[in-house]
Structures are given as C-alpha cells and as structure tokens.
C-alpha cells in the first residue's frame, strides 16, 4: 500500500524542532551518503521542470525521488510529488506533496545556517530582514525563531500586499526596497525569484549575515559577486553551488566558498571567527534533505494513521 500524504497532512505531522534536528543530524552525515544529483531543464512553457535523485541517508532503509513543476508567474509557484520508496524491495511507501516539503526542508536548513553563521544575538535581539515573502521566507523566519531571539522585522517584497500579510503574520513593518531592508537589518533572508543581484556590497556593511536562496537554478542571482567575495561563504555542497547556484550566477568558482554547512556543524571549520566580517549562507538545496523530512513525516502518519492508503498496483 501507498500512503498519500497532502499539503494538510504534512502540516498536521511536520514539526519545527523535530525537522530542524533531523536536517542538523544530516548535514553532519551527508558525507557518507550515496551523493545526489539535481536534473533541471528548460520547457517549451514559462517554466522549469526540476528532478532530484535519490534521497539517502545513512541509517535510513529509504530513498526519495522529487519532481518539481517551476512556474515563477503561477501560484503556487512550486508544484511536484516526492515519492518515498522502500531501500529494502522498492515499494512505494508513500507520495506527498513536495511543495511542502520542499519548503520546510529549505527554508529550516537555510534557518539553521543562519543561526549558525550569524552574529549572536544581543539582549533586545537583531533586526531581521526579509526580501521575498514567500513560503521558505515563513519556514526560515519561523525556523530562525526557534533557535535565536530577533528583534524588529522588516520585509519587502514586489507584491505589496503579499508583504503586508507577511508583516502583519510576524509583527514587522513593509520597507520599498532590497536596499533599504539590507540598510535596517542584522540578518538578512532572501529567497526571491531574482535574475540581477538585489544587493551588493555597498549596500551593506560590516558585521551583517546574508541567506540566498533564490540562486537554486542557472540564470538565478540575488546577491553580487562583490558581495560574495568580501564575505565569509558557505555553501551546501561547493560543485552544485559553482555549477548551478550562486557561485555559477556571480561567475565564482568551487573555491571561492569557504566551507561547507557540513564542515561547520561537524566542526571541521570554526564559522565566522570575528564579528565585524560580512557572512553569507548560499545553499542550492540537495536531495537528502528531502529525505531527512519525507521520512519523519512518513514515520508520523504511519503511526497516527494520517493520510489515505492506496494500492497502486490493483
């Protein structure tokens, strides 16, 4: 039998702090994992279709494979299924929604490497910045909140009113620009579908943390290859960032991020070493990930019977 688990079943079983742990335990693991592969291709349509294989951790008798639908000018933009299969014989445990997963799983590792690379937080918290009031800007602010107390938030994105109820969700205020939400904020979150960079250096200044996630793609940039090289870097994976994320955007290579968020959580980097240095967290996004959350919420339904059973093979 095959599980089938929506949109509102995965909101009924996923939860932060389980999520959050399972993505920290498998960054720390990901280097003995079989290594995954992302398939992007241009449509004969205003979209891309995406394909990320195989899922696998260790310790896991399972694999995932996703199939993303990319269309920026739909809504939802992110349209796919992950499929769950079993590492014993095969079957198809279960089917979900990727949209969800898919931004819980981004938008928490992004959280998590923020957290991470980040200046502590003072007494009265930081001011945290949003540019691009999507669903990974919710995961990662509400992520973020989990791990570290911020301040005021600020946000912008190009439509005003998606920003509006993003403020009013998080208890910030709407800034009309990229600029001025890096020129108000400590910590800035960005995951737009942006093809120019939205900042550059000297629309920043020293001490400040950087997250993008919108160069998950070729022909994607949010930040500018000044940026990127004055700052401390990391990455997810260095070759996925070069080939397709924002080192290939910015027109970097491999070794122009400083480590990995697997090389600072298992401690063989130290991180951001002095407060004054600009950090930046540019992951691509890799196919365990997906994984590490289809697989708790699979565990979950099954034991709270959540979500309909199908046999695909009747």
């Known amino acids: 039998m095959t599980r089938i688990l ?7 079983l996923l939860e932060l702090e389980s999520c959050i742990t399972a993505l920290s335990d498998g960054f720390r693991g990901a280097a003995s994992a ?40 739909a809504r939802p933009a992110l349209r796919g299924v992950i499929c769950l299969h079993s590492g014993r014989n095969g079957e198809l445990l279960a089917l979900m929604d990727s949209a969800t997963v898919t931004a ?3 938008g928490l590792a992004a959280a998590l490497g923020t957290h991470l690379l980040a200046v502590p937080s003072p007494a009265d918290g930081t001011v945290l910045g949003v540019i691009g009031a999507g669903a990974q800007a919710e995961l990662m602010v509400r992520g973020l909140r989990v791990m570290r107390r911020h301040g005021k938030l600020v946000v912008h994105d190009t439509d005003p009113d998606r920003a509006a109820a993003f403020a009013s969700r998080h208890g910030g205020r709407v800034l009309a620009s990229a600029t001025e ?14 093809r120019s960079p939205l900042l550059r250096l000297a629309d920043t200044r020293p001490g400040q943390h950087f997250t993008s996630l919108g160069a998950d793609e070729p022909g994607k940039q949010e930040l500018s290859a000044d940026l990127l090289e004055s700052a ?11 080939d397709t994320g924002a080192l290939a955007a910015a027109g970097l290579a491999a070794s122009a991020a400083e480590a990995t968020l697997s090389d600072v959580l298992r401690g063989d980097h130290p991180g951001r070493t002095t407060a004054t240095a600009r950090s930046v967290y540019a992951p691509v996004g890799l196919p365990w990930q997906d994984l590490a959350l289809a697989w708790a919420a699979y565990r979950q339904a099954e034991r709270l019977d959540i979500g309909q059973q199908v046999d695909l093979l009747s």
């Open 6 to 12: 929506t949109r509102s079943d995965l909101r009924a």
């Open 34 to 73: 079989v290594a995954g592969q992302r398939v992007r291709t241009d449509l004969p349509f205003s979209g891309t279709a995406t394909a990320l294989i195989p899922g696998v951790l260790p310790g896991i008798e399972a694999y995932t494979v996703k199939v993303n639908a990319k269309f920026p000018g």
């Open 104 to 106: 819980w799983r981004t």
């Open 181 to 194: 939400i890096a020129s108000a904020a400590d910590i800035v979150l960005l995951a737009t579908w942006s």
């Open 232 to 242: 401390f870097l990391v990455v997810d994976d260095r070759d996925l960032a070069a």
